[in-house]
């Protein structure tokens, strides 16, 4: 690339903000001639993101680290 930058194709992967609840499709995203996968949840910058932004999987994370930290104690 121009600026330097590589993507690295295996570690790449989309996820589709939706608030629709009727039936859609996803996106097809293709980097060069690979498509990059849709997930349901992604960990970015510390906050478990789903596609709905409801945060529920983030919380439910947060409460078993807090609770395996207590079991700690």
């Known amino acids: 690339m ?3 930058f590589t993507i690295s194709i295996d570690k790449t992967e989309c996820i589709h903000f939706c608030l629709k609840r009727s039936r859609h499709d996803h996106p097809k995203l293709k980097l060069g001639v690979h498509h990059i996968p849709v997930v349901a949840e992604k960990k970015f910058l ?3 993101w789903d596609s709905k ?4 999987s983030h919380i439910k994370d947060l409460i078993d680290r807090c609770r395996k930290a207590l079991n700690l104690l």
């Open 2 to 4: 121009e600026n330097g």
């Open 46 to 48: 510390g906050i478990i």
């Open 53 to 56: 932004l409801t945060f529920r």
